[in-house]
């Protein structure tokens, strides 16, 4: 199954689970069924059918839609009870500063298409599914996750798809997907958490750090590469400009591909440092971050911080590649 990134709607089989049990009869034979051993219960197929887990999805988006709307005091409550991990960082962050990115895509509703359920009965269990924007024809891809028995599903990540990228193939959709730990390579060339760091360290500017196992050929780090270029062009000899990017396994997720590799959800914490060269005596600072600092001129340098989240596929062979990417200001300081 594979998720292209196109002018029509997401499809995804869509595969019937009926109940275990038919009737044929209309009332209770003749014969008493005889007591027997509870069935074991299965571990090689997902704890939820495709309609339930659409449900599940549909539910959660709503309300993480209504939660991403509120404002003070409110969406702070709204947004802890649907959201966490990734998700609720970036919704926090754009929530404090008072601007949700026009690629934010939990500002609207939209019927989800389920990618994959989890294998196994065991917790945490997760749910991928896709949104297709009609607007903007733009896919995202959402991760619910439930960890425990007693906790609801909640919204991990939401990123949307780069145009032109799509997700191999992930198995059986009934028997369900297995998630990885962040650490965990088994039959993928590197783990979630090694092609985050390839990545964050692959996009660094002005060294950038290569690694042949994670390509940095995609639309969101050509974008910050042309972007780093344009700012330098600007500042000539008078200021210096670098960018980190940090990975976060705190907030990695990942499902198992068919083919054996991954596709890894992430997010790096971005900063952007623009420091003043013996040629300058201080910095104006633009308007948009001049409000977070306090002030319009810094005299050694100005420092923004922002997340970006990211969708990783990391197959069996061959390199890594960025499938989605979103990203969200979260701060800035001067001195």
């Not at 308007?287 to 977070?292: F, G, I, V």
Request: hydrophobic share 45%; proline share 6%; glycine share 8%.
């Amino acid at each position: 199954m594979r998720i292209p990134t196109t002018r029509r709607a997401m499809t995804t089989p869509v595969v019937a689970l009926l109940s275990a049990l038919a009737l044929t009869g209309c009332g209770v034979g003749n014969a008493v069924v005889g007591v027997h051993d509870a069935p074991a219960e299965r571990t090689d197929v997902a704890p939820l059918n495709v309609d339930g887990a659409t449900k599940v999805a549909s539910r959660v988006l709503d309300a993480a839609v209504a939660a991403r709307a509120a404002k003070g005091a409110e969406a702070g409550k709204a947004q802890g009870a649907i959201l966490a991990g990734a998700a609720l960082a970036q919704a926090q962050a754009a929530t404090k500063l008072g601007t949700v990115a026009a690629s934010d895509p939990l500002q609207k509703a939209t019927d989800p298409q389920v990618v994959a359920v989890s294998k196994g009965k065991a917790w945490p269990r997760a749910i991928l599914v896709g949104t297709l924007d009609e607007a903007s024809k733009t896919q995202t891809l959402h991760v619910l996750l439930s960890k425990a028995p007693a906790d609801p599903f909640k919204i991990h990540a939401s990123v949307p798809m780069l145009a032109g990228t799509s997700v191999p193939a992930m198995g059986d959709l009934a028997s369900g997907a297995p998630l990885v730990g962040a650490d965990d390579k088994a039959g993928a060339p590197i783990a979630p958490s090694q092609a985050l760091a390839a990545y964050a360290g692959g996009l660094a500017y002005p060294k950038p750090v290569a690694n042949p196992a994670v390509g940095t050929k995609d639309a969101y780090a050509n974008a910050l590469r042309t972007s780093a270029a344009a700012q330098v062009k600007s500042l000539g000899k008078l200021a210096y400009f670098s960018q980190v990017h940090t990975p976060s396994e705190a907030f990695t997720l990942a499902f198992r591909l068919a083919d054996g590799g991954t596709v890894t959800f992430g997010q790096l914490a971005r900063r952007d440092v623009i420091s003043t060269s013996k040629a300058a005596k201080e910095l104006v600072i633009p308007a948009p971050y001049s409000k977070l600092v306090g002030k319009t001129k810094a005299s050694r340098s100005l420092t923004i911080t922002s997340l970006e989240s990211v969708v990783m596929v990391v197959p069996a062979k061959g390199a890594a590649t960025t499938v989605g990417a979103d990203e969200q200001m979260v701060s800035a300081t001067a001195q």
